[in-house]
């Protein structure tokens, strides 16, 4: 089972790999030993194919993530040979799952690219517009659950930006520290200090 997901927002990337990671232990490998992770930028086809070959430990399948192939230099001299693996694949869950993470947008003219963009599970992850990110912002402090004012999440935003990975930590924090919902003060205390920190 293939799976591409890409994008400027590499956080909800994560997220969205790690849901599969997790529903993967829960069905199929609760002790994890048949997840493998692979650099990309660095690997070549040997590492690939080796990977994609070799039986799972006590389960039927693995579950393989192959980060930022498209940084790796060597791609174009065997990038045929891995398409022509794909074009293979029957695609289903009895299949090994996996998951092409590409922590920004791909060259478009690349032939990978465009044969990964077809999958049936292919997802590129923009950075959240300044509303989608208010929402994205006051869903995870719902989850607490937390409520953050209007003015206080105004202020977030500004001092964060949609650094989805920075974001969430802070989310985390202020959620954990604050008694009540979140205001301006809870949001200069500890997110402004922090800011400080890094200045200096």
Do not use: C
Request: hydrophobic letters at 40%; aromatic letters at 12%.
């Amino acid at each position: 089972m293939l799976f591409f997901y890409y994008g400027q927002d590499s956080f909800r990337a994560n997220q969205k790999v790690d849901a599969i990671k997790t529903k993967f232990k829960d069905k199929v490998d609760p002790s994890g030993h048949n997840i493998q992770t692979l650099d990309g930028e660095l690997m070549g086809p040997d590492d690939f194919f080796q990977a994609v070959s070799v039986m799972g430990f006590l389960a039927d399948k693995k579950l393989i993530i192959v980060k930022n192939i498209f940084d790796n230099k060597k791609l174009k001299d065997w990038q045929d040979t891995l398409i022509k693996f794909i074009d293979k694949q029957k695609d289903t869950p009895e299949e090994n799952y996996i998951i092409f993470l590409q922590s920004s947008k791909p060259d478009s003219r690349l032939k990978l690219y465009k044969r990964l963009s077809k999958l049936k599970f292919s997802e590129e992850f923009e950075a959240l517009g300044a509303n989608q990110l208010k929402t994205w912002v006051k869903n995870q402090f719902a989850k607490y659950p937390k409520a953050i004012s209007a003015a206080a999440l105004e202020l977030l935003i500004s001092y964060v930006g949609n650094n989805l990975w920075q974001m969430n930590q802070e989310i985390n924090k202020l959620a954990n520290f604050a008694k009540d919902d979140i205001g301006e003060e809870d949001i200069k205390t500890l997110v402004q200090a922090k800011l400080d920190k890094n200045i200096r």
